[in-house]
């Protein structure tokens, strides 16, 4: 199957290794694995374009992927549908207030941006990091 990532979280990635270019990218993820395949998935492809973007949490290089979850959930940008990081979630369904996340994964090891099945997936507008 051919896939891309949504053109918005490819341009977030951009920005992130442009301004951190030592980060470590080794839980950094866009298509899901077979567990993700099993089900209801952002990681998935939907008309094939993947809507989730993962980024490794590095403090060791710089890169505080919790302090950016923040920074984006706080600019409320209308692209994202949600965000999970170190075991909290946000989404505008919840006036983009943290709440607990307790899925198997607490996204410490990395923080997870899901972007709108819409146009906003390919709006590559710079984003507020």
């Not at 060791?60 to 990081?85: C, W």
């Not at 369904?93 to 146009?119: D, E, L, V």
Request: no cysteine; net charge positive; charged share 25%.
């Amino acid at each position: 199957m051919t896939w891309r990532l949504a053109r918005a979280l490819d341009q977030l990635r951009r920005q992130v290794n442009a301004k951190w270019p030592n980060r470590s990218r080794v839980s950094d993820g866009t298509i899901g694995d077979r567990k993700h395949a099993a089900r209801a998935s952002d990681h998935n492809p939907s008309g094939g374009i993947v809507h989730a973007l993962d980024l490794t949490h590095s403090p060791s290089t710089g890169f505080d992927a919790h302090a950016l979850a923040e920074r984006i959930r706080k600019a409320h940008d209308p692209r994202i549908s949600y965000i999970i990081s170190n075991r909290r979630i946000a989404s505008a369904k919840a006036n983009w207030a943290w709440r607990p996340y307790r899925g198997s994964n607490g996204h410490t090891q990395h923080a997870h941006f899901s972007i709108k099945r819409n146009p906003h997936a390919d709006n590559i507008k710079p984003w507020a990091i």
